[in-house]
């Protein structure tokens, strides 16, 4: 069986795994999931702190550092 950290870096995001890990805003992350709108495109929009926020796989991939391509080709 694979681990999370064997199928995340098929996307050669491993980066996410290393340490020290950033810092974590509890409040501001809580209303980021609590306002996020799924939309049909595949992307989400949310606002945070009054802030309209926006993305999608391409601006995921930048934002973390990660390819970005070939996200919706895979299964399972």
Not at 57 to 69: A, R, T
Request: hydrophobic share 35%.
């Amino acid at each position: 069986m694979s681990t999370l950290f064997d199928c995340v870096s098929l996307q050669c995001w491993e980066n996410l795994f290393e340490t020290p890990a950033p810092y974590l805003h509890e409040t501001e992350v809580r209303e980021f999931y609590y306002k996020m709108e799924l939309l049909d495109d595949g992307g989400i929009r949310t606002t945070v702190k009054e802030v309209k926020i926006y993305l999608n796989e391409e601006s995921l991939g930048i934002i973390l550092g990660v390819l970005s391509e070939g996200i919706g080709s895979i299964k399972g």
